[in-house]
């Protein structure tokens, strides 16, 4: 049996490709003329040449990506087995599947980007708080507790993630 070759490359991104083709058409500047209005602000004395038609650009869109990135970097962090084994049952409880976990700590770190922001107003704040010794454990639970706090408000004050 013959197999067809593919008709879009891998990387292909629809609503990337899409997105980057209304861009692209759109990227002269909008002119408005109201020549009415022009008319009946311009003093009777002044020229036509000397009324010019109001131009405005437009803002710049972010780029895009349209290229399929490979997850292929790690974020380590140390935790206790059970902390481990605690997070791994809430996830499994919430979506159903164990393998979840990474998902949801990438979710949770999109919602620090989002109250970026915020977290720069109380920065000042969380860089005073001083950070314990590792051997201290009741110490650096108030630490994580104060944390959680100041990030709770700011994740709350920021609203809900955009994009």
Same mark, same amino acid.
């Given at each position: 049996?013959?197999?067809? /070759?593919?008709?879009?490359?891998?990387? %292909?991104?629809? @609503?990337?490709?899409?997105?980057?083709?209304? @861009?692209?058409?759109?990227?002269?500047?909008?002119?408005?003329?109201?020549?009415?209005?022009?008319?009946?602000?311009?003093?009777?004395?002044?020229?036509? /040449?000397?009324?010019?038609? +109001?131009?405005?650009?437009?803002?710049?869109?972010?780029?895009?990506? #349209?290229?399929?990135?490979?997850?292929? @970097?790690?974020?380590? &962090?140390? =935790?206790?087995?059970?902390?481990?084994?605690?997070?791994?049952?809430? #996830?499994?409880?919430?979506?159903?599947?164990?393998?979840?976990?990474?998902? &949801? @700590?990438?979710? =949770?770190?999109?919602?620090? +980007?989002?109250?970026?922001?915020?977290? +720069?107003?109380?920065?000042?704040?969380?860089?005073?708080?001083?950070?314990? /010794?590792?051997?201290?454990?009741?110490?650096?639970?108030? %630490?994580?507790?104060?944390?959680?706090? %100041?990030? &709770?408000?700011?994740?709350?004050? /920021?609203?809900?993630?955009?994009?």
């Amino acid at each position: 049996m013959v197999k067809r /070759a593919p008709i879009l490359p891998d990387n %292909y991104n629809p @609503v990337g490709e899409r997105l980057r083709r209304v @861009v692209d058409a759109d990227s002269e500047p909008l002119i408005i003329r109201e020549e009415k209005i022009v008319d009946l602000i311009r003093p009777a004395s002044l020229p036509e /040449a000397a009324v010019q038609p +109001e131009i405005k650009t437009k803002e710049p869109i972010p780029e895009i990506p #349209t290229d399929k990135e490979i997850k292929d @970097v790690s974020v380590r &962090f140390r =935790c206790t087995p059970s902390e481990r084994k605690k997070w791994h049952e809430i #996830t499994r409880e919430i979506a159903g599947d164990h393998n979840q976990l990474s998902h &949801f @700590v990438r979710a =949770c770190l999109l919602l620090l +980007e989002n109250s970026q922001g915020q977290l +720069e107003r109380v920065g000042t704040d969380i860089q005073r708080m001083k950070k314990p /010794a590792s051997n201290d454990s009741l110490a650096l639970a108030l %630490y994580e507790q104060q944390l959680a706090q %100041y990030l &709770f408000d700011a994740i709350k004050a /920021a609203g809900r993630p955009r994009g």
